[in-house]
């Protein structure tokens, strides 16, 4: 069954410097998103994209957030600058177009900001 | 906008034993979704079950069932047979209207950590 991957699993990284995480959502996918979590929290939307655009963001995604596409299967997330309280779980999803529009979720990286 | 509201910070039931998570919603959307999310100690996102506003019928999928009633705004997620393997935390969410200007982003509630006794 296909699934959303995410690399790395954990990353650990020092204030103040840029990180960039990974996905490959579900190819036949066509709307992805990015969610945090930050530890025993809920589940917060960062942003969405959808034809080589963002679609949509909350006001977590600031200019030190940015996502890319830069090919045909890879979505990355990338943080300028990072700061302590980025630290979280980030989850990776994708969507077909149409259905019930269940979100398929990748296992998620645990960023740690030190 | 839209919000999700689960109550019950943890719940505690025996194996074998049905329970039900609770779950209330607001929104202003005429249609909408409704999702019931697992996650285990692992912490990967797991999906369990979809309610749609319009369904005629409350969904259900082997041991879950999703008790919708649109009128006082609730999807309380129902467990039957519980299993020691139903230990995790348990998120509802909800989407609005996916046409239109609207990409479907996911609203979470807080969340119900369940445990499973032997």
């Known amino acids: 069954e296909p699934e959303v991957t995410q690399t790395p699993s954990h990353q650990v990284t020092q204030m103040g410097q840029e990180v960039i995480l990974r996905c490959v959502p579900i190819s036949n996918h066509l709307y992805f998103y990015w969610y945090r979590q930050i530890l025993g929290q809920k589940v917060e939307f960062l942003v969405s994209f959808y034809n080589n655009e963002i679609s949509e963001k909350s006001e977590i995604f600031d200019d030190q957030f940015s996502v890319e596409r830069p090919d045909g299967s890879n979505f990355t997330l990338k943080i300028r600058s990072t700061k302590l309280e980025d630290s979280a779980m980030y989850f990776c999803?994708?969507?077909?177009?149409?259905?019930?529009?269940?979100?398929?979720f990748g296992p998620g990286t645990r960023l740690t900001v030190t | 906008a839209q919000k999700i509201t689960q109550t019950q910070p943890g719940m505690f039931v025996q194996e074998k034993e049905a329970v039900t998570l609770d779950c209330t919603y607001d929104t202003s959307d005429p249609s909408y979704g409704l999702f019931w999310y697992k996650q285990p100690s692992s912490g990967e996102m797991i999906f369990l079950i979809y309610?749609?506003?319009?369904?005629?019928q409350n969904a259900t999928e082997g041991r879950y069932s999703l008790n919708f009633q649109k009128a006082r705004k609730s999807a309380n997620l129902v467990i039957s047979a519980s299993q020691l393997g139903d230990s995790a935390m348990y998120f509802c969410?909800?989407?609005?209207?996916?046409?239109?200007?609207?990409?479907?982003?996911?609203?979470f509630g807080q969340g119900t950590i369940l445990t499973v006794h032997p």
């Open positions: 309610q749609g506003s319009y369904d005629q």
């Open positions: 969410a909800m989407r609005p209207y996916a046409g239109g200007t609207s990409y479907g982003k996911l609203t």
């Open positions: 999803a994708s969507r077909p177009l149409t259905g019930t529009y269940e979100q398929y």
